[in-house]
């Protein structure tokens, strides 16, 4: 399998990896939970894209599901994830095991908790590659002292005999984005790896991330519920609901040119620091869908500001925008007439409340 | 530092406050120096045979300086002899200690070489066939005591399979291994099984919780093996309750199995300090007391110095004090 | 349950090595049926330990006895023929030097002097149960009078009782064992009455507060940390009154499961000494005396006068732990959710 990808990595035409009608469901005790219901996209080599939605979009469960990192009981797959011009989703154990940390790679949520409290730092990034690569102790040591250095994490040979619970936050997760860079992989996932940080060493993560990303020529899938997040290091942004995709576009159009009601409520939600005090926050009301029983038609419907009665009947399928690269699942988006009478009408009630 | 010899200081403490209780247990038992005599110097003995008797025992000295001369005797080695076969204590003991020992190491090591890797497994496949049988079948075995155990093994093993000697005669390992192990087989089954039991239904408990980590996932994610993941990553940070139970178990299996020894007519320790009180021979209690208390306690130690090492957030957290 | 409730991407159990999630309704069956059983089977030895003079189903096969009593604890002078339990009858093959049985005989047979085992197995049942029971319940009051203080107040207190415990866990425990029963049980008294029950009661209450002292402890110390200890003592609140008020009913439902499974450790401990002969004496039978006097027996093939009371042993301690068990997850759950 390994000497397959490798031949095909030679092939530098066609995306890198392509995702068709991924379903990821869940067997509970309440029902089918369908985390993921039916997401398609590309994505190009050298490319970052990020993925964005709350709590329930389905988002970490896509990332997973592409790389096939979930438990097996319990969990149904269909689709097709097409990596490399190779379909993965069909692999044994063995074979995704040798594809992880080699050709994909993620990084965390919680540094805390997602190194071996009890194994040095050298020794785990080492692994990898004494795993994959083939390295000697040495050569495994050397290595991980310059990836250290490449992370630009403070003193790097010491860090190497260190533990996990002697490095702070934002070391661990560099250490982490050392580690899952090791092997070289031509696609790394980034689950929020910034939400359990201070804000000042966000920045300073997402600029590792990138900047790996530049020199390696890899390609980066940043899933976060932060839109600050991807606005700055992000080519492409893909925003989830409910277990869909329901807006893909290249990062400026998106926010210049937003069709979905929910990624423009997204964007109003957060908060601006020019704003005068005791200014309302803008809320998207309601909850998340339930995934077991998801509404009929369009799956925003219930929160929706904008909702007509067809959007509640009938599901809206993901249609092309100006853009050519910009495509949206909603019958009536930013710029239509319905969307933009409604506006009207709240901006009308806005005032007249205040 | 201060650490390792706080520790020392509470051994000590144990230790001295061990022995001199049970040298006050002894004098209070009833009977005592009646029984005594009457064994060593037969019946009917005489006020006068009786009080000489008592005098060249060292029994009519008060209590304290009773204690601090057996416990000199003790640290420089001169242990004398039993007070009624005038046996050298010290070849009596050497003699039960390899004993008890042998109990003790093959009792450990099956009951971990079977624990250790069926806890890992459980633990991995949590409710699936296999993991509910182990389970089940440890929680009965914890219900099971040796007293139990051993007749049911010697009426399958020696009366209707013949396969091992009842009772087992104590050969050594250097002169005639088979017969060695045919005779220590059913005592170290015996021993292992409640041993087994409890040892695998903790290390399963811990290795689930630590399997739930998110640095399993890490590890998962970086493509390592299921062995390698669950026997390097998973199993270390879940061996405390396992290492704890272990060695807690060493000391009381060297001087608590009495009823094995019994039962199979192994001269163990615990045979001897039994047997030693009912016939009244207070050096020869003392001195194993002492032993054990010792073996018991130095294992807590090291096993407290073996935290550290396994658990490198506890070696932190003590140099910090 | 909320839609929030539901798994989400967050909550999903994203481990690829242990998939988490339970089969509910069949495994929630079986433990049922295994508790009932348990259940079922301690009621049922209680009630026959409590009535094992009079009861009827008792008393089966002792036409050779002239009163009920006799059946169980009496020892007729001669030997009177060793019956098998009447399953086993039928297999043996006739010719074999083992006596058969007649109809008569009891359910479990009889031991070699004749006596129906069934029937001093419940009579044991109630020595043992009496013997640990009243052994666990005054090691948890004393234990954990000791562990809250310990762990309350800490200071030195803690550090007495502290090293008071580990010199009793240091302590061989046979020695305190053999030393209690001897002690109240002069050799020169005769030895026709049978010994009492209380110095067996006291070792094992001895025996049993050192881990009960610690546990306790833990679980105050635990306790002692949190809000709303701090709230009381900031409304002046006294240390006793915390200790009964506060801490005493959240360490309650520990201490339970902890006392059911020191129940049966002490019933298991009774027989061990009972087996060795520490106990109290014939005619007077425990579990573990019965296992003991039969083991000359099995050597000759005679098997059930030793298995037969260890089958009752195995089903009484086996229930007791299934419901120390089943009593401790279900606390542990609740305290994961508050």
Redesign the interface.
Known sequence: MNRQLQASRRQVEGPLLEVRDLHTH?????GL?R?VDGVSFSMARGASLGIVGE????????S?SI?G???????ERSGSVIFEGQEIIDLS?NER??????EM??I?Q?PM???????RIGKQIG??LR??LGMSKDDARATALKLLQDVRIPEPEKRLDQ?A??LSGGMRQRV?IA?AMSCGPTLLFADEPTTALDVTVQAQILEVINEQRRDRNMSVILVTHDLGVVAGHTDEIAVMYGGKLVEKAPTRVLFSNMKMPYTEALLHSIPKIDDPSHTRLNVIPG??????NPPKGCRFSPRCAFVQDRCREEEPPLMNAEHPEHVYACWYPVGSPVHRERTAQLAAQAVGAS | MSYVLRRLAQTLFVVVAVTFLTSIALRLMPGGEQVLIGLTTGPGATPEQAAAKVKELGLDRPLLVQYFSWMGDFVTGSWGNTWQTNQAIATEVKRAMPTSLYLMVYGQFLALLLAIPTAVWSAYRQNTRFDRMASTSAFGMLSLPNFIVAPILVLIFSVTWKIFPFPSFYRSLWDAPVEHFKAFALPSVTIAIPLYAGYMRLLRADMIASLQ???I??????????PRLLFV?GL??SLFSLVTSAAVNIGALMGGVVIVEQFFQLNGMGRLTVESIFRREYPTVQYAVVILALIYISVNFFVDLAYAW????VR?SRALG | ????D?????N??????????PR?RKLRRRGRVAKWLAVSWLVFLTISAIGANSFPYINHSCDQFEKSIDCSTASKGSLVKIEMPPVWATWEEPGKDLPNQAASAGLMGTDTNGRDIFARSMLGARNSLLIAGLAITFGLAIGTFLGMIAGYFRGWIDMVIENVTNVMLAFPALLLIIFLVTFFNDPSTSSAAPRPLWPIIVALVLLSIPPLTRLVRANTIAYAQRDFVVAARSLGAKGSRILFREILPNIVPTLLSFALTGLALLIVAEGGLAFLGLSVEVPVPTWGSMIGSGVTPLRQGVWWISLMPALVMFLTVLSINLLGDVLAQRFNRREAIG
């Open positions: 869940f067997r509970t005790d309440r939970v985390a709590s329930g979009s389905g988002k970490s469960v896509l997973r790389m990192l979930l438990p097996k009981r319990n969990t154990l095991r040798k594809i992880w940390g080699r790679s993620m965390f919680d908790t997602s190194l071996n409290p009890v194994m692994e990898g795993l994959h533990f619970f002697e982490m580690l909850r998340p869908p339930d995934l077991v | 980590s998110d640095f996932t890490t590890a998962r994610a970086k493509g390592v093996s299921t990553h270390r940070p396994i658990d490198p957030r932190a | 349950m909320t839609d929030i539901v798994i989400t991407s967050e999903a159990p994203l481990v690829p090595v242990v998939a988490t999630q509910p």
